[in-house]
């Protein structure tokens, strides 16, 4: 199991990744900033699970918390608005 690399707290970036094949993270998170809200556990990664790969190791997700605004820059309403996204580990990097 891969030991969590951010804290609740933490500034994030979503790779700027578009990979084929089945994904778990939203395309309009990615190459977006946000903060990790909680770490929500370790699980088997759903991206190899999708192709009935045997995943034994699990990797570390997170509730990353982005400002409506990040993610839609011309989002007009309350600016105190945000959006709250389950994001595992491999998806994210220091921002």
Do not use: K
């Not at 946000?34 to 190899?48: A, D, H, K, L």
């Not at 990797?59 to 608005?81: C, G, K």
Request: glycine fraction near 6%; proline fraction near 9%; charged fraction near 30%.
């Amino acid at each position: 199991m891969a030991e969590p690399r951010f804290r609740s707290g933490d500034a994030v970036r979503v790779r700027a990744s578009w990979p084929p094949g089945h994904v778990r993270t939203p395309y309009y998170t990615r190459g977006r900033r946000g903060v990790v809200e909680r770490v929500c556990g370790s699980f088997r990664n759903p991206e190899e699970l999708a192709y009935n790969r045997p995943v034994v190791s699990r990797v570390p997700l997170y509730r990353v918390r982005f400002a409506a605004r990040e993610l839609w820059p011309d989002y007009a309403e309350r600016a105190e608005d945000v959006v709250e996204v389950e994001i595992f580990q491999h998806w994210l990097e220091p921002a």
